[in-house]
């Protein structure tokens, strides 16, 4: 059965601060790895990641996976109020389709 | 994702009533996923349907849960006599027919049942 684990479950920071969020993982076939946000509604897309040591960048927000240590970080620099959100970690298995398994999320939550 | 349309957006059910959750997809997408987001827990997967298939339910209870997604109209979640237990947020996700979008996913808002 796959499996993701995130860390840290919650953290609080100040604006400015820059925050690094884990994923760690145990899937059967790995195919993707991916980071979702969810502040009040509906989670949304941030990046996917398929290979190994390839960082990801948008803005503020970056993100790399590590094939060999099964696990990939979420980072943000100067944190802004509006990232205070849930960030969830998901893992693809080629063996099944489009369908993610997701781990419990960290949240994160900026103070002014 | 706006795209992705879930009704209603809250509902309040009595112990043993049942509950029917709508979930239409984006245009164009032709699977439909249903995830149960329990609070402070992320989403844990409960069925994938294609159009009058279900393709995998292994994450759905055994009882009381039963899900369709019709040749025409939107994918009914359905819950019978719902428990308390049964409270949380039902995401509804669509997909593509093919493989190959970066999004994978795209999202509803969601349905949050609270069952009294």
């Known amino acids: 059965e796959d499996k993701v684990v995130q860390s840290p479950l919650s953290l609080v920071v100040h604006e400015g601060d820059t925050v690094t969020l884990n994923c760690s993982y145990e899937v059967t076939n790995f195919r993707s790895l991916l980071w979702y946000k969810q502040e009040k509604k509906a989670p949304t897309f941030l990046f996917m990641l398929t290979s190994s040591g390839i960082e990801k960048k948008s803005g503020r927000l970056s993100s790399i996976l590590d094939k060999k240590e099964l696990s990939s970080i979420l980072n943000i620099t100067a944190t802004q109020t509006g990232d205070s959100a849930i960030y969830l970690c998901?893992?693809?298995?080629?063996?099944?389709?489009?369908?993610?398994?997701f781990g419990g999320g960290t949240r994160l939550m900026v103070k002014p | 994702n706006a795209g992705v349309m879930q009704n209603p957006r809250h509902l309040v059910r009595r112990r043993g009533q049942e509950a029917r959750l709508r979930c239409s997809p984006m245009?164009?997408?032709?699977?439909v996923y249903w995830y149960r987001q329990l609070p402070e827990e992320g989403l844990k997967f409960m069925v994938y349907?294609?159009?009058?298939?279900?393709?995998?339910e292994s994450g759905m209870p055994k009882e009381r849960f039963s899900a369709e997604f019709p040749k025409e109209g939107p994918s009914i979640l359905r819950i019978q006599q719902v428990v308390r237990g049964d409270s949380a947020a039902y995401f509804c996700?669509?997909?593509?027919?093919?493989?190959?979008?970066?999004?994978?996913?795209?999202f509803g808002s969601g349905t949050q049942l609270s069952v009294l």
């Open positions: 998901a893992v693809e298995d080629n063996n099944a389709g489009n369908m993610l398994t």
């Open positions: 349907l294609q159009k009058e298939n279900i393709i995998d």
């Open positions: 996700a669509s997909s593509p027919p093919v493989d190959g979008v970066n999004e994978k996913l795209f």
């Open positions: 245009k164009g997408h032709s699977h």
